[in-house]
């Protein structure tokens, strides 16, 4: 997915999408995701498990803590 450069800052922000009332980030592939759920287990010490679903309304991946 691409990562969207905002102008004033020059900080990079990955793309989202609007899943229910949450703005959640894409996944280009199932892989990029369950590294990206492993590596916020491990920073935020998450004791569950993160799963990952493909997206009903794109051609993209997001993470969920159900």
Known sequence: MAKIK???SGVYEPERCWVGDT???CYKTREEAEMAARVAEYDHHIEGHLSV???EYGDHYHLSSN
């Open 23 to 25: 703005h959640k980030i």
């Open 53 to 55: 679903y493909k997206c």
């Open 6 to 8: 905002h102008p004033k």
